[in-house]
């Protein structure tokens, strides 16, 4: 039963490059969040979807990034025209429909680290 | 102010002693809780939930008092393995699992 699995888990993009960063969530799983972690920092919401719909975007930066989770595929995570700001980790976590207890029932994949030379 | 407010230490703790965390998260609307233990590049995973009642799990206990806003983490008998940064984590509305994550607080058990 795999986990949440993302790809690729280290990408380096010069700068003005595009960085394409995927997630495929747990089997059973139709909600997908992405999390950025600046070096040192702690983890910033980004984006939480589900199958064809972004359900809430408020932590994305207004340009530059977008993120699409289609009915078929994994979830992707896009960043046109990188700068060195966008160094981080990028983590992607998944969680079922409907779940008892929240928060108890999301799971991280394992992190993709861009590093924008 | 920052959403959810952690130490961020270093903490550097003798092996076997007892260590214990804090936290302050600023919605008072907030409805879930929870500690996350992240190793150094590894992605978070969750150690426990915490409720208004203490909740413990072997060497590990975590309280919540919703009147304070505050959170704690007490982590008894370290071991080597305990040392990791310890993620304090807010889930502020129902409906989604949005997570608010703390700084951290870095945790160093020297043998």
């Known amino acids: 039963n795999a986990g949440v699995m993302q790809n690729p888990r280290h990408l380096v993009r010069r700068r003005g490059q595009e960085a394409r960063l995927r997630c495929s969530p747990m089997k059973g799983h139709s909600h997908v969040y992405w999390y950025r972690q600046l070096p040192e920092e702690g983890l910033k919401f980004m984006v939480y979807?589900?199958?064809?719909?972004?359900?809430?975007e408020s932590g994305m930066p207004k340009e530059r990034f977008s993120a699409e989770f289609p009915k078929e595929g994994p979830s992707i995570l896009r960043i046109q025209q990188v700068v060195r700001g966008d160094s981080a980790a990028y983590f992607c976590a998944s969680s079922p429909l409907m779940s008892a207890r929240p928060g108890n029932t999301i799971y991280f994949g394992e992190g993709s680290w861009l590093t924008v030379v | 102010r920052k959403e959810v407010e952690q130490d961020p230490g270093p903490f550097n703790v003798p092996e076997g002693a007892t260590v214990a965390f804090n936290c302050t998260y600023s919605n008072s609307a907030s409805q879930s809780f929870f500690w996350y233990r992240q190793d150094c590049r590894k992605e978070p995973k969750l150690l426990m939930s915490v409720y208004s009642s203490g909740n413990e799990d072997g060497r590990f206990t975590a309280q919540l008092n919703r009147a304070s806003q505050y959170i704690s983490l007490l982590i008894r008998d370290s071991k080597l393995s305990d040392s990791a940064t310890y993620l304090c984590v807010v889930i502020a509305n129902f409906g989604n699992e949005k997570l608010t994550f703390g700084t951290g607080t870095r945790l160093t058990i020297i043998p």
């Open positions: 979807l589900q199958k064809e719909n972004i359900i809430d």
